[in-house]
């Protein structure tokens, strides 16, 4: 049973516009949601993280919406750039029980932006 | 920063061989690691999670005889493909927790023939 439903698989943006990324959970004891960044043939490198006390989060052109009774959060690429075409993961984790730390990955999206 | 290394950024065995490959917090002391395995175009697939001075706990499916995990200090963890065959021929990455934060390594990239 896939714990983190993201969407959609695939993303194809013009160069200046704004790329959304959408992520459903179910496990309310989830309380941290980092986004990831893989370029191919590369690790995933963490982009922006945040934690359910918080609607929502700026890093740059980087913004996170979290929706706490949705229980949904989405990832938001402003000014979208042919640089940022990569893939993202969206996860999610709980600080407590036997499954501390364990991240969750959604699908991914693969992010195509045109210049 | 966070930084993980991992060595070798890829090998190619022969079937029935060994290859090991090492996970490295560079500037961080990670309690914690984990292993994990990728197919194109996927996502990433949790193969076990490595305590320091303790064994790995492995995910469901994750024959443990067959990838042995040793995790010897606080920097260093590190993965045996024993007797690869083909089918074990992917991307694995390992990540080092730091807090709530796992850090990712650039990968290591396994063919086997």
């Known amino acids: 049973q896939q714990q983190v439903k993201q969407s959609p698989q695939s993303l194809i943006v013009q160069k200046g516009g704004i790329s959304i990324i959408n992520c459903a959970y179910e496990n309310t004891a989830f309380d941290y949601f980092p986004w990831y960044q893989q370029f191919p043939g590369k690790g995933p490198a963490l982009l922006i993280a945040?934690?359910?006390?918080?609607s929502e989060k700026k890093e740059g052109r980087f913004t996170i919406s979290f929706n706490k009774s949705a229980k949904q959060f989405s990832l938001h690429i402003m000014d979208s750039q042919p640089g940022d075409s990569a893939t993202y993961f969206c996860?999610?984790?709980?600080?407590?029980?036997?499954?501390?730390?364990?991240?969750?990955f959604g699908r991914g999206t693969q992010l195509t932006v045109w210049p | 920063g966070a930084v993980v290394s991992q060595h070798p950024s890829r090998v190619i065995c022969k079937s029935g061989t060994s290859v090991k490959i090492e996970c490295r917090s560079l500037d961080f002391q990670a309690t914690t690691m984990f292993w994990y395995r990728q197919f194109p175009k996927q996502s990433l697939m949790l193969m076990a999670t490595?305590?320091?001075?303790?064994?790995?706990?492995?995910e469901q499916g994750v024959e443990k005889d067959k990838f042995l995990i040793n995790h010897a200090s606080l920097t260093l963890s590190t993965l045996t493909v024993t007797s690869a065959h083909p089918e074990d021929s992917s991307f694995y990455i390992c990540s080092g927790r730091r807090g709530e934060t796992q850090y990712f390594g650039p990968g290591t990239r396994l063919l086997v023939l």
């Open positions: 945040i934690r359910p006390d918080v």
């Open positions: 996860a999610a984790s709980s600080g407590r029980g036997s499954t501390l730390g364990r991240l969750y």
């Open positions: 490595s305590n320091e001075g303790s064994k790995a706990t492995y």
